[in-house]
């Protein structure tokens, strides 16, 4: 399907940007539009491929171009009061030609945080076509503003959207990576996920024709549901010469049973695997399997298997599947997108530390205030200047 993609604040931006790197890679056209918004100067210089005249700065009056330091009240402020400048960047997307809004930002920061659930709220109003947020959630190790900001943003922002997806740094943080390290490793494997799933509805003339393609009304029936959801994929490296099958011809003979089992075995991978947000997936409400890669791996009982499989797991009947061809890489892999899930560990807990992080700032201000106070108690002895 294709997407008009808003990243808002510096995750958001760099995500946007690996976005279109993804879509370059597999060929996907996918990304209709690309805009990158934030508070910050030094944040949109550093991006790679987002143009130039769409990126947007936003707030100069109030921040200079140095951003909101991590306070999204601030950077919900700013967004509302340059809702203008905002529009004036949406209105070069050719709205007409796109299936969805997808608006990108980390939830734990100060600009995107705040101002992606006003943009969000904003497009609702304005645009026919759904608005799904990409929410990034910040790692535990970042403190509690952090954990704090996410919360709030997190509610505000699932109000505000027609599904929020998210995905966890905490989850996916490995020891020993530095942080910008970290960010980059990340960024591909978020891309990688949420690219395949929105690519598989976009079938270009001249494609090869899947077995059972899917469309973007299907993605689009999956996320209707509201809520959040979250995504699974699972791959394996296959051998193609020039876009035939390889490595399966034995004697030359096209082995269906391992292209089945190859596919049935990977949509159990993906699902059982790490998720973006990890969750128990018997809380899903609706799914979608995809199966991408070479056209000639990809085959209808497979999925339909997986498929299947999802159902029972899930105890869902509203469970979709298609496939997803691509000839560029040597890869088979399956998206498992669950939308609509409600056991949430990890939400739960960001929800918990946020309201002890308020309450331990209400009261830190509350004795600074009484301290202060004391401090400056001189009785009547010492005259004020005016
Ligand atoms: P903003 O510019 O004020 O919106 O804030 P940032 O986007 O810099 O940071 C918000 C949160 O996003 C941080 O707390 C991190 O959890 C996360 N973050 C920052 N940069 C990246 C990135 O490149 N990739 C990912 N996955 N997360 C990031």
Known sequence: MKLALIGFGQAGGKVVDEFLAFDDAIDGGFVESAIAINSATTDLKGLDRVSVENRVLIGQARVKGHGVGADNELGAEI?????????????????????????????????GSGGAPVLAKHLQRVYTQPVYGLGILPGTDEG?????????????????????????????????????????????????????????GEVREGDHVAESVVDSSEIINTLSNSGVSTVGYASETVEIDD???????????????????????????????????????????????????????????????????????????????????????????????????????????????AIEAQETTADVQATADEDFASLMDTGDELDALF
């Open 144 to 200: 509690g503003i952090y954990t704090l900001n996410a919360a709030r943003s997190f509610r505000t922002f699932v109000d505000q959207v027609d599904n929020l997806l998210v995905f966890d740094n905490d989850a996916w943080r490995s020891a020993g990576e530095s942080v910008e390290g970290g960010y980059d490793r990340i960024n591909r494997e978020i891309v990688e996920r949420f690219g395949l799933l929105f690519a598989a």
């Open 243 to 353: 876009g035939l099958l390889s490595s399966l011809t034995d004697d030359d003979e096209f082995d269906e049973g391992a292209a089945t089992n190859r596919l049935t075995s990977l949509v159990r991978k993906a699902t059982l695997g790490r998720l973006t947000l990890p969750c128990d997936v018997a809380s899903a409400d609706r799914g979608l399997v995809v199966a991408s890669g070479p056209p000639s791996y990809l085959n209808r009982k497979g999925v339909e298997r997986g498929r299947q499989w999802l159902e029972d797991e899930t105890g869902s009947m509203e469970i979709r599947g298609g496939d997803y061809p691509i000839t560029v890489r040597d890869e088979v892999g399956t998206v498992v997108l669950l939308s609509g899930v409600t056991d949430v560990p990890r939400i739960d807990q960001l929800q918990e530390v």
């Open 79 to 111: 967004a509302e009061a340059n809702i203008d400048e905002l529009q004036g960047a949406i209105d070069r997307i050719p709205v007409h030609e796109i299936d969805a809004f997808l608006v990108v930002a980390g939830m734990g920061g100060g600009t």
